[in-house]
């Protein structure tokens, strides 16, 4: 469980940054780069300077208020990079026609961050996915061990991959045994002293035994990995 745990902290350890910088509002952005239309009738109400930063350039944050066509005063926020305007000052602003709330300044964005900032999600998403496949594999152990069926085989090959986890090769073992349908050829994958004894098996020509999923007979594990 100790890969699971390294993942919900992985997870975790991500989601105050995607919270940050993920630009949230990115379709609404990109909605007014496709069909936005501009009105000039617009101010800027206020102007921060927020505590972000993007490429060593300071984040300003503008509210401004606006009317839409054949439509009464409406107010907004976008954000800038690198960019002040003073309160008062006079604006062109982008809106979408059938929805005049989503607006923003021409040369602005909704987000605080780019697209760009996206990949912050990156983060929880390897760390759910780790999560999700460690328990998964646990899960199919525990049903290999309590309704596999045994068989007699002998060990293939060994090859080394271009993977590795904590610093230690992995390692793919073909394995030939006999199941209901007759011989049949499965691989796994191996690490460290588990690598070896497969090797050493193969080495010596050894009879192995094998436990294999009678519902996906490629599903397999070595007894000696687990007497050894």
Known sequence: ?????????????GL??????????????????????????????????TSMSENNRRVFKYEFSYTPAGGSSMKGTCYATGVARDAGSRVAVEYLPVRPAVARIEGCRLSPFHWGGGFVVLFPCIGVAIVFFTLRARRRLAQLLAEGIFSA??????????????????????VVFKDAAGER??????????????ETKRADGSVVGVLY????????????????
């Open 185 to 198: 050829r499965s691989s796994y994958s191996a690490y460290g002293r588990d690598a070896e004894l497969a």
């Open 16 to 49: 105050p940054f995607m919270a940050i910088f993920f630009p949230w509002r990115l379709l609404d952005d990109l909605s007014l780069n496709v069909g936005a239309r501009v009105t000039r009738d617009a101010t800027v109400t206020a102007c921060e300077t």
């Open 1 to 13: 469980m100790t890969i699971a745990v390294m993942g919900i902290f992985f997870a975790l350890f």
């Open 213 to 228: 999923d009678p519902a996906n007979p490629s599903r397999i594990l070595l007894i000696d990995e687990l007497v050894r």
């Open 153 to 174: 085989g002998r060990i293939e090959s060994v090859e080394a991959t271009s993977v590795t986890v904590n610093k230690q090769r992995q390692y793919r073992v073909t």
